[in-house]
Nanobody, 126 residues
Framework: VQLVESGGGSVQVGGSLRLSCTAS????????IGWFRQAPGKEREGVSC??????YYTDSVKGRFTISRDNAKNTVYLQMNSLKPDDTAVYYC??????????????????????WGQGTQVTVSS
């Protein structure tokens, strides 16, 4: 399995970026897929996942980020709007995640089968 991310960069507060992740070796449609991020000095955190036809977002990005999938291109996207300095991190695409929603709370966590991309840097400046 190979996951290749692109689309990171530097933007100002309030700006937008769209991350892409293209897979080889698997068919995205058959897997739970999503995005994690890791800020300097912090643990990696899941922010969004797509399972079947359902999308999930953690509170930190809900209403600002949108995850989507293009099956023909075997690519998953993360549209990020209204970016904040706290969104600055390396963003990772991943497959075979666990998406859990309890009430209104969503958690996105890796499993022993999770595959990772190499990451793409997103920097938001004020």
């Amino acid at each position: 399995v190979q996951l290749v991310e692109s689309g990171g960069g530097s933007v100002q507060v309030g700006g937008s970026l769209r991350l892409s992740c293209t897979a080889s070796g698997i068919i995205f449609d058959d897997h739970v897929i999503g995005w994690f991020r890791q800020a300097p000095g912090k643990e990696r955190e899941g922010v969004s996942c797509l399972s079947g036809g359902n999308t999930y977002y953690t509170d930190s990005v809900k209403g600002r980020f949108t995850i989507s999938r293009d099956n023909a291109k075997n690519t998953v996207y993360l549209q990020m709007n209204s970016l904040k300095p706290d969104d600055t991190a390396v963003y990772y695409c991943a497959t075979d995640l666990r998406c859990l929603q309890v009430g209104r709370s969503v958690t996105v966590t890796p499993t022993p089968r999770t595959s990772w991309g190499q990451g793409t840097q997103v920097t938001v400046s004020s």
